[in-house]
């Protein structure tokens, strides 16, 4: 028996057999995750298939992953001498202050601001959250979500999409961008490594690898205030970067809202400033305490 | 057997192992975030004055051993190289972080994840292959055990089979019947850890509170190598520093120094509600002593 065996040949065909074998995977990890595969392989006269990213869109309210409406109430459990009672001046043990920031903190006068018309410099936007007090959450119209505060009368408005109009000028809240934030859809190439396209070029995303579930929120437009009570500044030039998510407690029948901050300000600080807060879900307004903005008041 | 007959036998082998190639690498992704990275805190460490329970939902037994502790514990021998509990050592040791998968040593499939803080070295490992915990009589550790599963974008895991331990730097007690339930959700470089702990012996309700990292992959975590000095180099030999109950000479100091009313400086519940405020008003502050904080040490 004459045996004949060409190695080089044989591997070749193997490696070509390989190669084939990782470029259809790569069109099977798309195509066998979203359970779509004959969409991707669709014919280039055929319909767009349904996953493509022109989709029509969901308002935000009707697309909301979760529910942040309701009162809240917050509960003081960190930094609570910064928050429950007015700390002294230039006690900003805690945040990144810059030089410069360290000498506007150095000359608060809260009797000043009051005189001056700017009782709410600590009721703005980058600090609102960190203020003792409730919340009323709820959607104004399908594209606004719409926080009133009771602490100082403030209300925050959350809009989705559009921009800053650069018509108005700064405000303690500013203007503040939301979306929800956390969809990712699983990375899927073709055998060549590009994106997978239909014939007029558009993305065939992969299937949902995470739904959208917290909420993000960029604020901009701020008029300068303070982060603390006591003078510590921000400039109108801050950015106020916030996450926002709910979940029930695993303990209790009580709905947590967290609301995690993050401002940077090169002007006033060395680095962004970080901040945290917490409020618990009420029924109803019972306990609603609308106050007037104060320079020397914790709220 | 001709050269014909073997590459026909090969290639009917691809085409029967073709299909297990397509399946393999098409496994879906686990619907998850990367939190797996070192981590750089951004920890404002509250709570370092001996007598600050503020915000802490204290009961009176917590009260009473917080009111014993004196700073000079901390030099005992068997505290000097005693590392914090995860849950007390991502909030207060304004450490690094580094969190890795858990590998089965066997199957190199991974079964959960493991965490390192730099000082003190503690690690927890968060299981999320399913195991159950163990029984309630099995070993408690300084970091638990925990299991954990993702919701969405967030990384939540339970730990009970704790030490017990602190949950201050300055004595505030956390039992060992105490369990944690840890929320961590990454955005962006960001990553946010929510505890929410649950202490039936020192606690009258859970206990949030939640701190941020930033993502640094080339940070280094030095090793921390402790050696115990023994007893009797700093403190007198079989002594427990302590204040008797109602002895603590120092306790309120921190109240004296930032104009807190005393009462109100010892934590509870009723303390951390907005409503306070206006019973805060009310309230006798011992005269100031300073109000320059500002030289103090960070």
Known sequence: MKIEISFRGALARAGRISMFAA??????????????????????????????????????????PKDLTGYWVAEVTELWRYRMIVPDKNDYQYVPLNPEGRKVAAVWDPAKDEASGNACKSFGAPAIMQVPGRIHIY??????????IDSGTQTRLFHFGGSAPQTEGPTWQGFSVASWEGAENIDTRDGQGGPIQDDAGRLIPGRPLRQADFLKVVTTHLRPGYLQKNGIPYSGNAI????????????????????????????????????????????????WDPTTCHANEPR | MTFANMNFKMSGLWLLLLPLLLVLPARPARAQSDIIGEWSPRVYNDG???????????????????ESWHPDQIDLPENECRPHPIDIGLRVSVSQLRITPELDPETRQQIGYRLHVAWQEPEQVIYTDGRPHPSPNAPHRWSGFSTG???????????????????????????????????????G?????????????????????????????????APFPCEIIPDGTILPAG??????????????????????????????????????????????VAPRTTTEHFKRAG
């Not at chain 2, 649950?198 to 990292?213: C, G």
């Not at chain 2, 004296?256 to 907005?274: C, Q």
Request: hydrophobic residues 35%; negative net charge; aromatic residues 12%.
């Open chain 2, 239 to 284: 002594s427990v520093p302590n204040f008797l109950p109602g002895k603590n000479d120092i306790l309120f100091n921190f109240a004296t120094e930032y104009g807190i009313p005393p009462e109100a400086a010892l934590g509870g519940a009723e303390t951390i509600s907005p409503e306070y405020i206006r019973k805060l008003k009310t309230m006798k």
């Open chain 2, 149 to 187: 599963h993702w919701e969405g974008n967030t990384f939540v895991y339970f730990t009970d089979h704790l030490k017990e331990a602190y949950l201050t730097r300055t004595g505030v007690p956390r039992s060992s019947k105490a369990t944690v339930t840890t929320r961590m959700h990454r955005y």
């Open chain 2, 189 to 221: 470089n960001y990553l946010n850890i929510t505890f929410i702990i649950n202490d039936p012996a020192y606690l009258t309700q859970p206990y949030i509170r939640e701190y941020s990292w930033v993502y640094t992959p080339d940070q280094v975590i």
């Open chain 1, 23 to 64: 470029a259809l995977s790569q069109v099977f990890a798309a195509g066998l995750g979203a359970q779509d595969f004959g969409a991707q392989g669709r014919a280039s006269n055929q319909a767009p298939p349904t996953n493509v990213q022109n989709q029509g869109p969901k308002t935000p309210h009707a697309a909301a």
């Open chain 1, 139 to 148: 959607w104004q119209d399908e594209n606004t979500l719409r926080m009133d």
């Open chain 1, 240 to 287: 106020l970067e916030e996450d926002f998510d709910t979940f029930p407690d695993p303990y209790s029948n009580t709905t947590w809202l967290t609301v995690a901050s993050v401002v940077t300000d090169p002007q006033y600080l060395i680095e962004p400033a970080f901040m945290h807060a917490h409020f618990k879900k009420v029924a109803d307004n019972s306990g």
């Open chain 2, 48 to 66: 370092v004055d001996v007598g600050d329970y503020t915000g802490i939902p204290l009961n009176e037994a917590g009260r009473q051993r917080a």
